[in-house]
DNA sequence: TAGCACGGGGAGAGCGCTTTCCAATGGCCC
DNA sequence: GGGCCATTGGAAAGCGCTCTCCCCGTGCTA
C-alpha cells in the first residue's frame, strides 16, 4: 500500500517550473497560457500522476460537482423495515436511473442522503455549506417539512412528485387524475357495470389524485359511487383490499388498483378466488413498472413515465444550480394506457 | 433567499469569546474543557445555527464520512440502454438497501459513482483524495480491471460478488455452485427426468458457478448431461432462451434459470405453449427477488441473501477504514431454496 | 521616441477546519 | 512557601486549491 503523500498542484508547478496558478490555469482552462507552457504544464501532469483534489477545489469554489438524492422519510426510524421495502421496491430504481441518464453526462455525481425527522436541520446544513450543489427529493411521508425548509434556505431543489403542501418549489409530477380517468374510461370501454377501486395511503397526494379521478371519471361513465378499498402500495396490501372488496361486493367486474404493486397482489387474490381475469374480472395497474410484465395475465396499466420524469427533474436541478435566481418551476407528464392482458 | 455568509468556527468562537480551537474541541468532543466554557460554546452554536462545513473537515483531516457504491460498467457506453435496465433491476436495489442498513445508522453517506472504461484513473485519483473513505464496488463486466487497480492502490475496498480474476481484495459472495445443486437435487427430488438449463452470460463468474453447480449436482442424480441454453439475466433474454430449449427438447420437464427475471420470461414462454407449470414442467428461479413472488405460479427460487450480503459489505468495508492495514477478507454464503408453487 | 494598452504569469490571501505546540494557570508535594 | 506537573486555552501553521491583484514585457500608436 502506498500511502505516499499525493501529487499537488505544488509539485506539478515544481515540475513544470511554473507557479501553482498557471498550473491551475492551464488544468482549468482558464485564461490563455502560452502553448509551450501549457504542454510543459500537461507533460508535469502525467508525469507525476496528478489528480486535482476535488475537495479542496470545492471548498474555495463553493460548487462540488454533486447533487443529492433525499430520500426523506421523517416519519420511520431506523430499525423500520420499511426502508428496505422501498429500496426494493422498483420505484426507487427507476429514479435512479432517469437521474443519473441526465447527471452522469454532465459529470455530476450523486450522493444518497437518507433523513428522518431529526436529520432535517443537518441536511439543510449541510446543503448549505456546500456538501452538495442541489437536491432531488423523494418525499415520502404525507406531511413532510423538508420541501419548505429547503425553500426558506433557498437551496436548489426539485421535488419529484409534487408537495402536499403548496411550497414555493420545483418538482415534476404525473397527472395523476388524468391517468386514473384514464383507467376508468378504459373499463367503461370494455363494458364493465360494476368498478372497484383500491386506492393507495390517504395521505399521499398521488393516491388522493388517483382516487378522485377515478371517481370523477366514473362518474361521467354513470358510476355515482364506487366501491374502494385502501392499501399501503404493498403487494400484501394490494391482497388484503382486494378480499375485503370481493367479501363486500362479490359481483364486481373490474377494478382499478392504484399501483402496480398492490394489483399484483389483487390478481393473486382473484385467482385464488377461482375468477378470471380479464373475462370476470377486468384488472388495471398503475406505474407500467416492472412488475406489471411480470404479473399473469401481464397488466394492463397507466404508464408512469418515472424515468423520464427524474431526467427532468435532474435537468431542473441543473438549471437552478446554474442560475439559483431563477424561477420555480414545475412539470407535469401526461401518463397513458398501456394495453395488456388484464383488462 | 437568504444565501447569507454561513456562520463559521470563527463566528462562534467570537460569540462565546473563546479561540477557534477551544470551539473545535467543544465541538468534537476532544479533550477536556472547562464545564462553563462548555455550555458557552454550545449555546453560542445554537446561537449563530452553526453547522460544521464537512469540506472543510475532510480537508484537513482526510476521512469523509462518505463510502462510494461503485458501479463499474467498462465495457457498456453511456448511450447504452444498459443503465437504465440495471438500475430498474432489483438487484440495484436490494444492494442500495443492504448497505444502507449499515452505513445509515453508522452516519456514514453513500455516493453513487458510475464509471466506464475511461473513467478508472479518475475515480482511482478521486477516491485516494478523499472524495470517499472506501469503496463497494459492483462490477458488472467479466473483466474488469478496477478491483485489481484499487487494490494496487491501497484503496479500503469491498466487492460485492468475486472478482473473475484472483485479485488480493475483500468481497462476500453466495455459493452459487451450492445454490444451484440445491435446484438440481429439488428437481430430482420431484422426480424430474429431463431437466434443463437456462444460464446467464458466460463471463459472469456467477453465472459460471451456477452452471457448473446445477451440472454437476445433476450427474449425481444421474443426468451426464443436461441440455442448457444462455441469456443476459433479462427477462426477455430468458424467454427467448425456453424458446430454444423447448424446440430443441420439446420433452423436457423442468428447468433451473439463473436468475429470477429470466423464469419469467420462461414461464410466459411455457404457459404459451400450452405447459402447465408445474405438472408439465417444473421451474426453479435463483436469486429470491420480489420477482419470484409476482410471479404466476410463483416461483420456487434460490434465496440470494443480497441484503445481508451487501450490510456485511459494508461492515467489512467500515472496518477495513478503520483499519488500513487488516487483512483481506471474503465472506461466503450459503443459499437456500425457497419452495413456492413452480417445483 | 515616449506613451499606452493588453496579454500572460507570479505572489499571496484566503476557503473553514483541525491540531500541534506553548504559555498560563492552578494544585500539590516537599 | 517554592518548584513542578497536569490541565486547559490560544496562536498559528497548514490541508490543496482558486483567484484577485499586480507586475512585466511586448507591440502598437502618436
Redesign the interface.
Known sequence: ???QR?PTLEDVARVAGVSRATVSRVVNGIRNVDPQLHQQVWNAVDQT?Y??????R??VTRR?G?VALVVSDSETH?DDPF??R?????Y???V???L??VL??AGV??????VGADGH??LI??L????ADGAAVLSLPAHDPLPGLLAT??IPAVLIGRPAEPVPISYVDLDNEAGAALAADHLAARGCRRPALISGPAEVPASVDRDSGFRRAAARHGHAWVPGATGNFT?ESGATAMRELLTAHPGLDGVFVANDLMA?GA??VL?ESGRAVPDDVAVIGFDD???A????PALTTVRHPL?DMSAEAARLLLTQVET??GRVRSVIYEPKLVERQSA
Chains 1, 2 share one sequence.
Do not use: C, I, K
Not at 51 to 56: E, M, Q, S
Not at 86 to 90: G, I, T
Open positions: 500500500m502506498q500511502s499525493l500522476g489528480v486535482p483534489n476535488r475537495l479542496a470545492s471548498l462540488t454533486t431506523d426502508m428496505s422501498f429500496f426494493s421496491d422498483p426507487f430504481g427507476r435512479v436511473g432517469g443519473m441518464s452522469r453526462p455525481q450523486l450522493a444518497l442522503q437518507m436541520r443537518r446544513g449541510d448549505r455549506n456546500g456538501q434556505a433557498g403487494r399484483l390478481l393473486a385467482r413498472s416492472s412488475a410484465l411480470a404479473a399473469a424515468e439559483p435566481a
